[in-house]
């Protein structure tokens, strides 16, 4: 029997594939669609096949997502009617975070779902390919409502679910999400995920110091072009600018599961002051801040508005690398305590 470690790590590089495939990242492929994707689906399918079930259940029963009403939410509607029409294809279709539960940040907030994929998808490459295709069309909606949106759609298989890490997305997230479409009654038999957490968290720091070493964060390109110190093409950066405060205030979350139990994020930023000082958090609290004045942005071909610049203020890689040191070395004295 393989071990429980093997078949996390396979189970994690499936899902990785499995939302490579499904996002438009993948559009490469197009050229050789089917027999690409017969083999990935094979693949898929035989890791999903020996997945283990995990030792707690949790059931999470989920209330039904209402679009408001308001012209700005038209383009979630939109999405919400594409899902319907694919629900053959979904066990879930849950979307979460600010847009569930009503902290909605204008000019701000991504759309945030996650995308339970039934388990006979699999089985056929034609529903493969065909459920990609309709996927890859949907994901372009995403951007009317979001043009800044990073990461589009979440997804996991039905069989992820038995062996379900946190990793993916806490349940507690999960809990306070609505049901787009599909089954309102999902059971999560959990497994542990901890190498995985701590394994983003290493990832992260690593970025940020490579960032502070060489004036740029290679990750998250607009055109080709990557953020830079200290506003330094602050006139096409936004885009990029974006991501980076939102891995900088992914990091209380994040921190906080690895030492004690998985948490909303946005309940996050006030439990983190157990942990930290103030000046320890001057760049999350910066970060908060400049989300906070998304709501007063006109963003204009990928510029930073410069009260975002103001509010920030600069040198902001080194102020990511030394809080992420911070974080880690918390986190590995209280590992070995």
Do not use: C
Request: aromatic share 12%.
């Amino acid at each position: 029997m393989r071990a429980v470690k093997e078949i996390q790590g396979l189970q994690v590089a499936a899902n990785d594939v499995l939302n490579w495939l499904l996002q438009n990242r993948s559009k490469r492929l197009n050229k050789e669609e089917s027999y690409v994707m017969s083999m990935f689906r094979q693949q898929l399918l035989k890791t999903y096949e020996i997945l283990p079930v995990g030792s707690k259940g949790q059931t999470v029963k989920l209330k039904q997502y209402r679009v408001p009403t308001e012209k700005k939410y038209l383009a979630i509607y939109e999405l919400q009617q594409q899902f319907q029409e694919l629900r053959n294809y979904f066990k879930a279709v849950i979307i979460h975070g600010s847009l569930a539960d009503g902290y909605v940040v204008d000019n701000w907030s991504d759309v945030d779902i996650l995308a339970i994929v039934k388990d006979d998808v699999f089985e056929s490459t034609e529903k493969f390919v065909t459920l990609r295709k309709k996927l890859l069309s949907l994901e372009e909606g995403l951007y009317k409502y979001d043009p800044w949106q990073h990461h589009g759609v979440q997804y996991i298989s039905e069989s992820d679910l038995g062996f379900y890490p946190e990793y993916f997305l806490p349940i507690n997230v999960i809990k306070e999400g609505r049901l787009l479409v599909g089954q309102s009654r999902l059971v999560f038999n959990l497994r542990g995920s901890a190498e995985e957490q701590s394994a983003r968290l290493y990832a992260i720091k690593d970025l940020f110091m490579e960032s502070a070493k060489n004036g740029e964060m290679k990750h998250h390109a607009r055109d080709g072009k990557y953020l830079q110190e200290d506003f330094r093409m602050a006139k096409d950066n936004f885009y990029q600018f974006k991501y980076f405060i939102s891995l900088i205030l992914l990091m209380p979350s994040l921190f906080i599961a690895l030492v004690d139990k998985p948490i909303d994020k946005r309940k996050s930023f006030e439990v983190i002051k157990n942990y930290f000082s103030e000046g320890d958090l001057e760049l999350i609290r910066a970060g908060e801040e400049a989300r906070s004045l998304a709501p007063d942005f006109h963003i204009k071909n990928n510029e930073i508005p410069l009260i975002v610049q103001e509010t920030l203020g600069g040198g902001y890689f080194k102020r990511a690398s030394k809080i992420l040191n911070l974080f880690v070395k918390e986190y590995e004295l209280r590992k070995s305590a």
